[in-house]
């Protein structure tokens, strides 16, 4: 499989319902998730955003997050890992389901990426 996504969220309650809600559209990408601190408190952690990266069964992650320290702490995982990983800074539920939807029929990653500028948060 190409590309997976990773959903990164504050809430691990957001994180897991974004899963829940792409994996209808796109049942066979890797979808995977990190949600709140490590005590599940509302929060973000770099040691479950590295397990939901390394967990994902994609050749590449495109990586969507909700606010600032989610942001922070993939950006410190992606300058640790050997994994291709993208980042994008759009607005979570609906980039994240486009990109899947979009991956789901094999779209290419340019593709995916014209669509996502349209939910760009500047």
């Known amino acids: ?66 606010l600032g320290s989610s942001k922070m702490n993939l950006e410190m995982y992606m300058e640790m890992t050997d994994l291709t990983v993208h980042k994008y800074d759009v607005a979570l539920v609906e980039g994240a389901y486009t990109a899947a939807t979009l991956a789901e029929i094999e779209a290419p990653l340019e593709n995916i990426e014209t669509s996502l500028k349209k939910l760009l948060i500047k």
């Not at 994180?15 to 929060?43: C, F, H, M, R, W």
């Open 1 to 66: 499989m190409k590309y997976g996504i990773v959903i990164l969220s504050h809430s691990p309650k957001i994180a897991e319902g974004v899963k829940d809600l792409i994996s209808q559209a796109a049942p066979s990408i890797s979808i995977t998730y990190a949600g709140g601190t490590d005590e599940n408190e509302i929060g973000s952690s770099l040691e479950k955003i590295q397990t939901a990266c390394e967990q994902n069964k994609g050749e590449e992650i495109l990586a969507f997050y909700d």
